[in-house]
């Protein structure tokens, strides 16, 4: 399975929470595609795997099966604004305060990856 994560920046709160999604993915053997600047962030909390780097989408020889957008509503409408009109399904974490677009809680992230990937 390929999975595509979007993130802009962790706040720290969110840090743990975002930390065992990704150890999650990793542990279930999926392959991720993410944007360099969450890669350097998962770097420097020495999680260093071979994860595929792009600057879009368009840099994924084929879509991703999901596409996981961490942050708030801003991040989420970005992602969706990346996508199109691909079909592809979006899970939403937020990482904020409110969360109307991204309205998984950062505390259920594994279980609802977890959800996801089976489906």
Known sequence: ?????YCKRV???AVVSVLILVNELMRKNVQLYMNASFSDFLK??????????????EDVDTAPDLLISIGGDGTMLDTVTAIGD????IVGFNTGR????ANNAKE??????R???KR
């Not at 399975?1 to 994560?5: C, H, R, S, Y």
């Not at 691909?86 to 399904?89: V, Y």
């Not at 409110?98 to 677009?101: A, I, Q």
Request: overall charge negative.
């Open 86 to 89: 691909s079909e592809i399904p």
């Open 108 to 113: 259920r992230g594994q279980a609802n990856c």
């Open 11 to 13: 706040p720290d709160e």
């Open 44 to 57: 420097s909390k020495n999680i260093s795997e071979d994860f595929i780097i792009g600057s879009s989408l």
């Open 98 to 101: 409110l969360g109307f677009l």
């Open 115 to 117: 959800n996801a990937i």
């Open 1 to 5: 399975m390929k999975v595509a994560i």
